[in-house]
């Protein structure tokens, strides 16, 4: 719990997590993710318990997922994130994901949103190529 969400802002801007967030993004976050009591202060509206369970049992099987799924699949991650590394993309991209980087952490979206949607709009367009031209073959 923050004093108030200005504090709140002050105090994660700091945070190596939060640090590199755009202003935008830190004050969006701020405000989706607290509430104001009577008093002014702010509280998260989630358990950060829960998002490390979260983070604890996310699933290590993506390279599964193309075969499983039989559609075109596009990851976008930070090249800087620690959960992605070489050698897992290298996993990735050889059981058929397309992986392409933004720069950034893990928390890369909130850091780079321009180069993030850029690569997001690119990555519907590669999808998009590849089932227009399965459907003219």
Sequence with gaps: MWPSRE???????????FRRFTPEALNDYIEAGTRLLDDGSAELT???????EIFRHLPDHLSQMPK????????VAGSESHLLTASRIKRLKRKGLSVSEVP???MFPMEHPDETRAAILAAWQRIANVRQS????
């Design 104 to 106: 950034g952490t893990h």
């Design 68 to 75: 499983r799924l039989g559609v075109p699949i596009e990851l």
């Design 134 to 137: 399965s459907h003219t073959a």
């Design 46 to 52: 989630f358990d950060p318990r829960i998002e490390v």
């Design 7 to 17: 504090v709140m802002a002050s105090s994660l801007g700091r945070r190596g997590l």
